[in-house]
């Protein structure tokens, strides 16, 4: 038996019986011939990942053909699928990391971008320069990040297909994927196999987290590898196709004339033109046949009505006088350039009037012959429902395969009852959170507003089709020909860049969207993410000037990627030998691929909307950081207190800890130690302004046993010179009558401002992603001992400037300085939110106790605080408070010693158990008052009112009203 690929380096076709067959450059391998020894059996196999289809050739004893027949065989095993899916997944992690640091690095640049403004604290900020440089930083970092995801997810997708497009990376199929089999293997099980073994027998208890490191670092490796080969091989390909362009438009030889810099020149002019011209589009049903150049344009159309252009505002404006300097029109001169310039009027058809010179532009569609059949076979209701806008997949409504009746209302029936119940379950989820209506409507008006051309789209379809005769589903069609409907979408370029304009395009972009933020990332001394910057700034720079999608849509040929050492022919260079060799159809179709992957990957717009998203949001807090600077609102609720009521001890076990004795203060005056409660109060106290907070802790501990130590604090950040935007206060407990020092206690001041929530997300955004990583992830617990190390990596990108404003430095800085002064002892510390988030940040750095309501944790990230944290400082001196279907406190992983708390709040209430009041409620009402007063707030989140206490003659509610409390019914 001999096995071979189709057809020899010289065979231009592969004759099989009556079938001339060619293999297309869309395929990801080339066909093998099996000619079995001694017999006339001819196999043509075509492999297509876990699938091959096989075209078998039997012949009886004379020699003549006798059947042909097409298998489909699934050749995956068990085995091959779990280990791939293996593979994959650990892909998915990785990419999930960078997806983590994407984040970090745009979250970063705002950061930069605050500081620079001089927002943060009253002593930093930069000039207008450097703040304007950081801000032009961001359309170069979001290209580039979104290059990078888009890459990861083709590596992700190339990794579960086993490498197909990586093993195209090299001539010689055999040879490289060998080669590329065994470094995936080495990369994804072989080397942290041994790593893992190694460990093991050298004693190591933490062997396993040596392994996952190492693992994690394989295949990084191996990313990195795969990503600048596919750019290497994009670019290369790309350089190639436009210089050979090139060649032929200088003196239509192709003679190898064009140097490097003409072929430089006719990329940017290449990009101008796609990016900067004037359009006019078309889009219209039509109806007609296929033949080797598409559309029959002799055939009937449905549509006989004359065809307008959609003119964009974008050519309105260049068509003004003004542009005349910089724009021109298209003419027939272009034709000596290379293009196709046609009169648009006579080449669209039904449009008599349009009378005007234009440049028709393809797509990777028409480069690629891409148009997807629907026939009554491969039709299917989720496929129709899904399609896009401009598919351009033909409809057979006529001939054997049409597609029928049923299958045809069924399409627009689904289209618009999916439409409807999409509006109805987004509108439903919306007033589920309680959205007022007027909002609900309006946000459904923008979701039609959208969908509008969609809809648009399919009220044609419907009207095109409404004289067609649909076969019932039952009839059998005595014509054997078919007809076909198509959606068609037509664009000609009329107007523009001329070639001056292009260069000041290129000069302009490279001047401002990377070499002046490049140079103020590394003036305001963010040298790390400067040079990340650069790196991606420059690959994004050449990756959108050598996009081998732009230039093949203005070639519309494929035949490029290889110029013949002795071209045969003056205008066409490419003999039937040369395009069928390996060589060629290699460069072929891995250039396909790779547009397909990356360039013009659908992964693409999701990435970049992701990140545009993404920094519009942060942008927008960004915006209220500035507008809302030395605004902070002061928080003057005074709770309403109820010394003649209380809650007694409920008789079940929540909550153990309702007293904390051990590792936390004794002997406060008339109080022993400090409640559960207590924490929790003196943590809400945090947000209060400091003229109510005395009044309170009189109210709550009795006079004279607590002090807001207000004036301390202020002299401490006058004298150190302390300005960040953090807030908190420093409560102290008497403790005379033991005379011992007084206890101190640093209360933190949650999330309030903008300012608040960009240091939440510095501070716990990379840990919060992980989480949900590992949690999606099969498997993903594996992961765990390394998370704080990514987060590490991640973090060490942060500019000086963003470390010196962390807030958690001041805090502990204060704790530091209050365990010097020895007019207090037993210093603790709380706080809420954001607060609770640093007191444990503070309490781990300082070995204090840290009891926290709602705050996020810190065991992903301890190793990315300055100083870092131990694993068991969090474990040993750090509490937090955990409500029910809280989000915050359940941020990054938590320590060991916690205490979850019920929470009424209703379920829609995504935020309501965020909230310190209802948790304080929670918590004197489940472990009793416990000589703290009762308070009326308590009503309005659902608890039962307070008995009380012998003696009292007043009701509840008669107290409350007395107070200046109005209970809900």
């Not at 919306?430 to 209506?437: N, Q, T």
Request: glycine share 8%; charged share 20%; hydrophobic share 40%.
């Amino acid at each position: 038996m001999s096995t071979e690929p189709n057809g020899s380096e010289t065979e231009k076709l592969l004759n099989y019986g009556s079938l001339k067959i060619r293999d297309h450059f869309t395929l990801r391998s080339r066909s093998s011939r099996i000619h079995f020894t001694d017999t006339n059996t001819v196999d043509i196999v075509w492999t297509d990942g876990n699938q091959q289809y096989v075209i078998e050739d039997d012949y009886d004893d004379d020699g003549k053909d006798e059947v042909e027949q097409m298998k489909l065989i699934d050749v995956s095993t068990t085995g091959q699928t779990l280990l791939r899916a293996a593979c994959s997944l650990v892909a998915v992690f990785f990419s999930g990391f960078l997806l983590v640091g994407s984040f970090q690095l745009l979250l970063y640049l705002i950061l930069d971008v605050l500081v620079q403004s001089g927002r943060t604290s009253d002593s930093i900020g930069g000039g207008t320069s450097l703040l304007i440089g950081t801000i032009l930083a961001f359309p170069m970092y979001i290209s580039g990040l979104s290059l990078v995801m888009v890459v990861a997810s083709s590596y992700v997708v190339d990794t579960w297909n086993g490498n197909a497009l990586l093993k195209r990376f090299a001539f010689g199929a055999g040879t490289s994927g060998v080669i590329i089999d065994w470094a995936t293997f080495l990369a994804f099980l072989g080397l942290p196999i041994m790593v893992m073994c190694g460990s093991i027998f050298a004693g190591k208890e933490n062997w396993w987290e040596i392994t996952v490191l190492f693992w994690f670092y394989s295949i990084a490796f191996s990313f990195v590898i795969y990503f600048f080969a596919l750019v290497t091989i994009s670019v290369l390909g790309t350089f190639n196709i436009t210089k050979n362009w090139r060649d032929l438009l200088d003196d239509g030889v192709a003679n190898d004339s064009a140097d490097f810099f003409e072929t430089l020149s006719q990329a940017i002019q290449t990009r101008c033109h796609h990016y900067y011209s004037g359009l006019l589009s078309f889009q219209y049903i039509t109806k007609g046949s296929i033949d080797r150049s598409g559309v029959n344009k002799s055939s009937k159309d449905l549509n006989t009505s004359d065809r307008k252009p959609t003119r964009s505002f974008w050519l309105e404006f260049l068509s003004s006088k003004f542009m005349d300097k910089f724009f021109e029109d298209v003419d027939d001169e272009h034709k000596s350039l290379g293009y196709n310039v046609v009169n648009i009027g006579e080449d669209v058809g039904h449009a008599p009037l349009l009378d005007k010179k234009g440049i028709e532009l393809f797509d990777m569609n028409d480069v690629q012959g891409f148009r997807p059949f629907t026939t009554r076979k491969s039709w299917s209701l989720e496929r129709m429902y899904c399609s896009n806008l401009n598919s351009r997949q033909v409809l057979v409504f006529s001939g054997p395969e049409a597609i029928t009746r049923p299958q045809m209302i069924s399409s627009i029936v689904c289209f618009f009852l999916g439409t409807i119940i999409k509006f109805t379950v987004f509108g439903a989820v919306l007033f589920w959170l309680k959205i007022p209506i007027v909002g609900i409507i309006g946000i459904l008006a923008f979701m039609l507003l959208v969908m509008y051309p969609r809809l648009l789209s399919r009220l044609g379809m419907v009207n095109a089709v409404k004289d067609i005769k649909w076969n019932r589903g039952d009839e059998v069609h005595s014509d054997t020909k078919s007809l076909g409907m198509f959606q068609v979408y037509r664009q000609y370029r009329v107007r523009q860049p001329k070639r001056i304009t292009c260069f000041l395009i290129f000069a302009v972009q490279v001047v401002l969207f990377l070499l002046w933020p490049t140079v103020t990332l590394y003036t305001i001394g963010n040298h790390k993410t400067a040079t990340v910057f650069l790196i991606l700034g420059l690959i994004v720079l050449i990756t959108d000037y050598f996009d081998p999608a732009i230039v093949l849509e203005a070639t519309n040929e494929m035949n490029f990627v290889t110029f013949p050492d002795q071209p045969q022919h003056k205008t066409n260079p490419w003999s039937d030998d040369l395009q069928c060799s390996e060589e060629h159809w290699t460069k072929q179709s891995r250039l396909t691929s790779i547009v397909k992957n990356v360039n013009r990957s659908r992964y693409k717009s999701i990435w970049t909307g992701v990140f545009v998203f993404f920094l519009a949001a942060l942008g927008f807090l960004f915006t209220n950081a500035i507008l809302t600077k030395g605004q902070e609102n002061t928080n003057d609720h005074v709770f309403n207190f109820l010394p003649d009521f209380e809650y007694k001890q409920q008789k079940d076990l929540p909550y153990p800890t309702c007293n904390i004795g051990k590792g936390t203060a004794l002997g406060i005056n008339g109080h022993g130690s400090l409640h559960l409660s207590d924490y929790v109060f003196v943590a809400g106290l945090a947000y209060s302004d400091d003229q109510v907070t005395q009044p309170q802790l009189d109210k709550w501990f009795g006079n004279g046993i607590a002090s807001n130590n207000d004036q301390y604090v202020k002299n401490y950040r006058d004298t150190f010179g302390d300005h960040n935007a953090v807030s908190y206060k420093f409560i102290t407990f008497n403790r005379s009558e033991n005379e011992l020092n007084p206890m101190g206690l640093i209360s933190i001041r949650g999330t309030v401002t903008a300012w608040d929530t960009l240091t939440d997300l510095q501070l716990w955004s990379a840990a919060s992603i992980f989480q949900v990583l590992r949690q999606i992830l099969p498997g993903g617990q594996i992961w765990t001992p390394i998370l704080n190390h990514l987060v590490k990596y991640i973090s060490w990108l942060a500019s000086e400037s963003i470390n010196r404003v962390a807030f958690y430095k001041e805090t502990t800085a204060f704790a530091e300085y209050l365990l010097k002064d020895n007019n207090y002892d037993d210093i603790q510390v709380t706080g809420h939110s954001l607060g609770g988030g640093l007191a444990i940040i503070t309490a781990a750095q300082t070995n204090i106790p840290g009891i926290a309501l709602s705050g996020p944790n810190a065991m992903i990230g301890r190793t990315t605080f300055d100083p870092p944290v131990t694993e068991e400082a969090l474990n040993t001196m750090t509490f937090n408070i955990i409500p029910d279907r809280d989000v915050v406190p359940r941020l990054d992983d938590r320590a060991k010693l916690f205490q979850e708390i019920n929470c009424l709040a209703d379920s829609s209430d995504v935020i309501g158990c965020h909230n310190s009041y209802r948790s304080l409620c929670e918590i004197i009402y489940t472990c009793g008052t416990m000589g703290r007063p009762a308070l009326c707030e308590c009503q309005k989140y659902g608890y039962p009112a307070p008995t009380p206490k012998p003696g009292t003659n007043i009701t509840f509610e008669e107290a409350c009203a007395a107070a200046g409390t109005v209970l809900e019914g």
